[in-house]
């Protein structure tokens, strides 16, 4: 049974950074992607970011240039370096894994507050 779990949230002010991490316990070996989504309050959860076990990458585009995800296939890790971060980047960010033969997987999330 794979688990994901998160950890690299907290408070930050607006400009700052923060670099989230998601390690999945478990075999994960074969196609899959990795990816970010969050929920802010009262919204929808949403795609950030995500990224193929063979290294492609897709960032929406409202961080597009500020949000970087990447991997590290020998550790199962995934992180989200988020610089330049806003007041709307607010929200419990969670961590997906989409493994072709097995399934879907979420982790706990994690919150993130971007606040003066």
């Known amino acids: 049974q794979v688990q994901l779990v998160e950890s690299g949230g907290g408070l930050v002010q607006p400009g700052g950074s923060l670099r989230l991490s998601c390690t999945a316990s478990g075999n994960i070996d074969g196609g899959n992607i990795f990816s970010w989504h969050r929920q802010a309050p009262g919204k929808q959860r949403e795609l950030v970011a995500a990224m193929s076990n063979d290294g492609m990458s897709n960032h929406v585009a409202s961080v597009r240039g500020r949000f970087t995800i990447s991997r590290d296939n020998a550790k199962n890790t995934v992180y989200l370096q988020m610089n330049n971060l806003r007041l709307e980047d607010t929200a419990v960010y969670y961590c997906?894994?989409?493994?072709?033969?097995?399934?879907?997987?979420w982790g706990q999330g994690t919150q993130v507050t971007v606040s003066s």
């Open positions: 997906n894994l989409n493994r072709f033969s097995t399934g879907n997987y």
